[in-house]
């Protein structure tokens, strides 16, 4: 016959919560977060839970396009490059990935990300890193040093013909 009334001071989770948002709002990186979809305890998919601002640019889409929806049929450019097996690998046993992927981008080029998974709850967190400004410096780098060594046999190969003509005289 009686009416118990409780309260709960939610001020520090609030605050919690506000400070995660901010994090994963105002990352430069796209962070998708993902829930394992399992049929019999095997993990038959992953469901999008959340995506930040960089995220939805990637995809193409903001949240009415993703939330709750399978990411293979969200993203399904990431699954050609990492397999189901090892997106449920990081979930079920802990592990992670961290791997570079050319994906295509909205404005229609390919661009080189690293992609790190890691495990959260019953799904897992990817964030991928833009690196292709990185990728095409390497490779231009690494175009440069092999010219570097093609024009040093070339000068110690003309530096050998010249001693010869040298000691010919």
């Not at 994906?103 to 229609?108: C, F, K, M, R």
């Amino acid at each position: 016959d009686g009416v118990v009334i409780s309260f709960i001071d939610i001020s520090a989770m609030k605050l919690r919560d506000n400070i995660l948002k901010g994090v994963f709002n105002s990352s430069p990186n796209a962070i998708i977060a993902v829930e394992a979809i399992r049929k019999n305890s095997i993990i038959t998919g992953f469901a999008v839970i959340k995506a930040n601002y960089p995220a939805q640019a990637v995809l193409g889409m903001g949240e009415e396009g993703y939330v709750d929806k399978n990411l293979q049929e969200v993203f399904p450019q990431l699954l050609e490059k990492i397999s189901l097996q090892e997106l449920a690998a990081v979930t079920n046993e802990n592990t992670v990935i961290q791997t570079e992927v050319l994906l295509h981008t909205q404005n229609g080029s390919e661009e080189w990300f690293l992609l790190m998974a890691t495990k959260m709850g019953d799904g897992l967190a990817m964030s991928l890193t833009n690196v292709h400004e990185k990728k095409v410096a390497e490779e231009k780098f690494r175009r440069n040093y092999h010219e570097l060594l093609k024009a040093k046999d070339n000068y110690r190969r003309l530096n050998i013909e010249l001693e010869e003509k040298v000691k010919e005289r």
